[in-house]
């Protein structure tokens, strides 16, 4: 079913305490923490605007000072880099006050996924948004929010991503049950469950952090008591939308991309540092000294494993 209500906002909920990072989270919110020279944050702001979303609203908690500032323009420091003649260091700044229209609300206390998206509530409306979650994102070159838009306005209703894992990797996402359509890479969503045990789970098609909801979103969480962990999870209002009678001319029905594109996790001190490693042997302008210097590295801790 065809839908003309265009998607503008993203939501990205940004509150948490970025416990497996401290001491770096002590005095810093885990967002900034950077991406060679990009905090988290700014990347994923990055992958909402380049999917045509001009209105950005952050669910943030406490502390979060330093990414409010990151999005406005920084008036002293654009003089000084001015006066430099720091061109490029100029652009870099005011870039990031340039991306989209954002927002904040404060998501008073920390009650789970499904809480932070209903903070949002107001600032939405009745329209359906995206959700981005940033501890992981997506490369902007596989272009996965843009077919979700796509496939939102095919099927109407709510929209996930979803990855192919090992069977073993399952117990830390939501998991999905499909039935296929007739497009390859687009499936119906029967059935979700946050976080089953190995063993447990429907399929090896886990949730990653990228969402089109509906608006009815919004009364389905207000009506979902806490799930797993004791919290209000985003999976188990997603689960009453997709197993509802509603159709989606009523905000039921969901969806789900099959996703197979690069996906990078900040999510913890090993992925970060892979993701890191990954943008730095892909940046024109560091990757020329640094893969060779990375190649040597390597060689030198065990002469055997490389060339
Ligand atoms: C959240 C969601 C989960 C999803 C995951 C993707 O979990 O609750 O369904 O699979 O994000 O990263 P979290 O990682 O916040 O515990």
Same mark, same amino acid.
């Given at each position: 079913?065809?839908?003309?209500?265009?998607?503008?906002?993203?939501?990205?909920?940004?509150?948490?305490?970025?416990?497996?990072?401290?001491?770096?989270?002590?005095?810093?919110?885990?967002?900034?923490?950077?991406?060679?020279?990009?905090?988290?944050?700014?990347?994923?702001?990055?992958?909402?605007?380049?999917?045509?979303?001009?209105?950005?609203?952050?669910?943030?908690?406490?502390?979060?000072?330093?990414?409010?500032?990151?999005?406005?323009?920084?008036?002293?420091?654009?003089?000084?880099?001015?006066?430099?003649?720091?061109?490029?260091?100029?652009?870099?700044?005011?870039?990031?006050?340039?991306?989209?229209?954002?927002?904040?609300?404060?998501?008073?206390?920390?009650?789970?996924?499904?809480?932070?998206?209903?903070?949002?509530?107001?600032?939405?409306?009745?329209?359906?948004?995206?959700?981005?979650?940033?501890?992981?994102?997506?490369?902007?070159?596989?272009?996965?929010?843009?077919?979700?838009?796509?496939?939102?306005?095919?099927?109407?209703?709510?929209?996930?991503?979803?990855?192919?894992? $090992?069977?073993?990797?399952?117990?830390?996402?939501?998991?999905?049950?499909?039935?296929?359509?007739?497009?390859?890479?687009?499936?119906?969503?029967?059935?979700?469950?946050?976080?089953?045990?190995?063993?447990?789970?429907?399929?090896?098609?886990?949730?990653?952090?990228?969402?089109?909801?509906?608006?009815?979103?919004?009364?389905?969480?207000?009506?979902?008591?806490?799930?797993?962990?004791?919290?209000?999870?985003?999976?188990?209002?997603?689960?009453?939308?997709?197993?509802?009678?509603?159709?989606?001319?009523?905000?039921?029905?969901?969806?789900?991309?099959?996703?197979?594109?690069?996906?990078?996790?900040?999510?913890?001190?090993? $992925?970060?540092?892979?993701?890191?490693?990954?943008?730095?042997?892909?940046?024109?302008?560091?990757?020329?000294?640094?893969?060779?210097?990375?190649?040597?590295?390597?060689?030198?801790?065990?002469?055997?494993?490389?060339?």
């Amino acid at each position: 079913m065809a839908d003309s209500q265009a998607v503008t906002k993203a939501v990205i909920p940004a509150a948490g305490l970025g416990t497996r990072f401290v001491p770096a989270t002590k005095a810093m919110p885990k967002e900034m923490l950077p991406i060679i020279d990009r905090p988290t944050i700014q990347l994923v702001v990055e992958e909402a605007a380049a999917a045509g979303l001009t209105d950005v609203l952050l669910i943030t908690g406490r502390e979060k000072t330093a990414i409010v500032d990151h999005f406005d323009r920084n008036i002293e420091l654009e003089e000084i880099l001015e006066a430099k003649g720091d061109l490029a260091g100029l652009d870099s700044i005011r870039a990031s006050s340039l991306l989209a229209s954002m927002h904040y609300v404060r998501q008073g206390q920390p009650l789970g996924l499904g809480h932070a998206v209903l903070c949002a509530a107001d600032h939405v409306g009745d329209a359906p948004f995206a959700v981005l979650l940033g501890d992981d994102f997506i490369d902007v070159r596989d272009a996965l929010l843009p077919r979700m838009l796509e496939v939102r306005r095919r099927y109407g209703g709510s929209i996930i991503a979803l990855m192919e894992v $090992e069977p073993e990797e399952v117990s830390a996402y939501g998991v999905a049950t499909i039935k296929p359509t007739d497009s390859d890479d687009v499936v119906a969503i029967t059935d979700l469950v946050e976080k089953p045990a190995v063993g447990d789970a429907p399929s090896n098609w886990i949730v990653v952090g990228r969402y089109v909801c509906d608006p009815a979103i919004f009364d389905v969480l207000r009506r979902t008591g806490p799930g797993k962990g004791g919290e209000i999870q985003l999976t188990d209002a997603l689960r009453t939308l997709a197993r509802t009678d509603r159709g989606p001319g009523d905000g039921g029905g969901v969806h789900g991309v099959l996703f197979r594109g690069r996906r990078y996790d900040t999510g913890n001190k090993l $992925e970060y540092l892979k993701t890191v490693i990954q943008f730095a042997c892909d940046r024109p302008d560091v990757a020329p000294e640094f893969v060779p210097w990375l190649r040597g590295y390597l060689a030198s801790l065990d002469p055997d494993a490389t060339g």
